[in-house]
């Protein structure tokens, strides 16, 4: 497979797309009910830790990849294993980070989809003037409806499938422009709003008070998972958009842009959600339902709450759209790579990932007494394996194959970065990244 000629339109357009990637359901909707579930500034403290340590040096050596092979992921590696003089099965990397982003996009299209459900319902009027109490039920009567939840599940599959079908489009990149800026000042008024509630100071402790006894392995290997989803990073999904990446653009400071931009959203939901919690009395493990029963309650004491409310859903909505479009893309390039065209790679990929997501959709009705591990449902074990496990593993891969296997002078140039920062990149991901990836999967899976 040859080289694509395809470019981001320009530095700034790559970072917009990178961080439209990496903002989504993992900094809104799944931060904070993991915070609230794994004893919350622990589980924030690790968090960051791993995003510095991890992440970070993970995104740039994934990025670095697709850059320096110009091709789609599973072709990138092949061509620059060869390149190395190294085995081709490192292509193999690559269908593993297909069958990781399968998983992931299989649940993440049924979680949009309750954004969709919550938009229409804004604006339909049901969200107003309840309880929480009220809220709550009303979350759980729609999440055991198998019909409401399968509806929406497909329309945001559709809305994915067609933008990747033709493409990554300059459409997308215009809306990115616009609607990006808009999520951070919503929540920027969110959290002024959370500022004035009882909740607030409560909510800052629990968030920023160091809490060392909660710590255990599952809570970190739940931290370390969430660093890797929450930045896309450990599926090769920013492999392929590296392979669009303009010719004189430092790696390292984009990857450092998105980061910053990412734990933003992240901090400023966690803030809003968790003051709202404290305020009125709720449960901060409350599961994948917090956000979703939080905010119209929030909302609910502003002027205007529900047309913030709906504004809020569809710029959520927005957020989650780049971010399943990212991770169809590897997808959609891989099987287009093989010569088929792009448009039926979509509808292929589209069916797929449509059935398997009907298990977690179905997770709470008809299947809901159906638990294949333990005590998880399929909405539990989808949510959990893929991101805790394979996106860890894909990204340890990732690394030791950009550091240990890859020719140093072709990993360099395509970092487009100073040699001290590059070298400063290679020790910290040989000897820091790469032993702590292997001891916190180790302990988390024995402990
Ligand atoms: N980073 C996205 C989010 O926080 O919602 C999710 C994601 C996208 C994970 C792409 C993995 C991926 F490859």
């Not at 809220?135 to 599940?153: E, S």
């Not at 990006?180 to 968030?207: E, N, S």
């Amino acid at each position: 497979m040859s080289e694509t000629t395809e470019r981001w339109s320009s530095k700034r357009a790559f970072i917009l797309a990178v961080t439209g990637a990496a903002v989504g359901l993992g900094n809104i909707w799944r931060f904070p009910y993991m915070t609230g579930e794994n004893g919350g500034s622990a589980f924030l403290m690790l968090y960051v830790l791993f995003v510095l340590l991890l992440g970070l040096p993970v995104m740039a050596a994934e990025i670095m990849i697709g850059r320096a092979g110009r091709r789609t992921p599973l072709a990138a590696l092949a061509y620059l294993a060869g390149k190395a003089g190294a085995s081709p099965h490192w292509r193999w990397l690559g269908l593993f980070g297909g069958i990781t982003v399968f998983f992931i996009l299989s649940f993440y299209s049924v979680v949009s989809g309750w954004s969709i459900e919550y938009l229409v319902g804004t604006f339909n009027g049901d969200l107003a003037d309840r309880t929480p109490a009220e809220i709550g039920a009303a979350f759980n009567d729609f999440l055991a409806d198998p019909y409401r939840m399968i509806f929406n599940h497909t329309l945001f599959l559709l809305m994915t499938m067609s933008v990747v079908a033709t493409g990554i489009s300059s459409g997308l990149e215009k809306l990115n422009n616009l609607l990006m800026p808009l999520l951070y000042v919503l929540l920027i008024i969110l959290v002024g709003y959370a500022a004035t509630t009882d909740g607030f100071g409560m909510a800052m402790r629990w968030l920023f008070t160091p809490n060392l006894a909660a710590i255990n392995a599952h809570v970190v290997l739940n931290a370390m998972g969430h660093a890797f989803f929450t930045l896309a990073v450990g599926a090769g999904a920013l492999m392929a958009y590296g392979a669009y990446m303009p010719e004189h653009q430092s790696l390292p400071r984009a990857v450092i842009a998105v980061a910053a931009l990412d734990i933003a959203v992240a901090l400023l939901s966690g803030i809003a959600i968790f003051s709202v919690v404290f305020a009125h009395g709720m449960d901060p493990t409350e599961g994948p339902g917090l956000m979703f029963v939080t905010l119209p309650v929030a909302f609910s004491d502003l002027p205007g709450g529900m047309i913030w409310l709906g504004i809020f859903f569809l710029l959520l909505l927005f957020a989650t759209w780049t971010s399943s479009i990212n991770l169809a893309e590897p997808m959609v390039a891989m099987l287009s790579g093989t010569g088929i065209k792009r448009s039926t790679a979509a509808l292929l990929v589209g069916i797929g990932v449509w059935s398997a997501g009907l298990l977690p959709a179905l997770s709470f009705s008809t299947l809901a007494t159906i638990h294949p591990v333990g005590n998880m449902n399929f909405f539990d074990l989808v949510t959990t394996i893929p991101t805790d496990i394979f996106l860890p593993l894909g990204g340890l891969l990732i690394a030791i194959f950009a550091t240990w296997i890859m020719d140093r002078d072709t990993a360099f140039g395509a970092l487009g970065a100073r040699e001290s920062h590059c070298m400063l990149w290679l020790n910290l991901v040989r000897f820091v990244s790469i032993p702590l990836l292997i001891i916190v999967l180790l302990s988390g899976l024995f402990a």
